[in-house]
């Protein structure tokens, strides 16, 4: 079993910015790839970024130029750097993980823009 722990979501003004972590821990053998996924009220969970272990990233077009995944392999910690925040990027934001063939969720964290 994989947990997932988010942290840093929050409340923010349009054009602000807002960092989001994701510490796995577990059975953390070769999670590869991790990544941000949103849902807002009403909508379908959608990709924001995923980043593999040797560092290839893919962006939602929405967030691209906006948002920014990193990843450190060595504390099993995934963060996305989200700036020029807009009213239409809040939504709850979760941490995804797979290991092998299984995928695993964390309990999301919630992200409000002002506008």
């Known amino acids: 079993q994989v947990r997932l722990v988010e942290s840093g979501g929050g409340l923010v003004q349009a054009g602000g910015s807002l960092k989001l972590s994701c510490a796995a821990s577990g059975s953390i053998f070769n999670i590869n790839p991790m990544g941000w996924y949103r849902q807002a009220p009403g909508k379908q969970r959608e990709l924001v970024a995923t980043i593999t272990t040797g560092g290839s990233t893919n962006y939602a077009d929405s967030v691209k130029g906006r948002f920014t995944i990193s990843r450190d392999n060595a504390k099993n910690t995934v963060y996305l750097q989200m700036n020029s925040l807009k009213p239409e990027d809040a939504a709850v934001y979760y941490c995804?993980?797979?290991?092998?063939?299984?995928?695993?969720w964390g309990q999301g964290t919630q992200v409000t823009v002002s506008s």
């Open positions: 995804n993980a797979w290991v092998l063939s299984s995928v695993y």
